[in-house]
């Protein structure tokens, strides 16, 4: 993809905290995909959960779950979130 070298620049120079939630059985995008994360980030949290491509579809609460566990973690509201909305990329994609 010719945009991840901007995306792992962005996440080296920011370190957003970041959660993956993966579909260990997925086939369009394989789990071996949610490993080079870990090389661009310190803040990084990677659940694999035994579903595939549609895994909102099957594991909805329980990724919603973590999700909610994580930004509380990370202390990220509304409110203090830092790195929100589309802009944060505007340098990476430029």
């Known amino acids: 993809m010719p945009l ?15 959660l993956i939630v993966w579909g ?17 980030l310190k803040n990084l949290e990677t659940h694999l959960l035994d579903t595939g491509h549609f895994a909102l579809e099957t594991h909805g ?9 994580f930004l509380s973690r990370n202390k990220i509201t509304r409110e203090t979130g830092t790195h929100s909305g589309p802009e944060m990329f505007r340098p990476a994609l430029h």
Do not use: C, L, M, V
Not at 25 to 32: G, K, M, Q, S, T
């Open 4 to 18: 991840y070298p901007d995306f792992q620049a962005f996440f080296r120079q920011y370190q957003p905290p970041t």
């Open 24 to 40: 260990k059985n997925d086939f369009i995008f394989p789990a071996e995909g949610a490993a080079p994360y870990s090389h661009d």
């Open 61 to 69: 609460e329980e990724i919603a779950g973590r999700i909610e566990d």
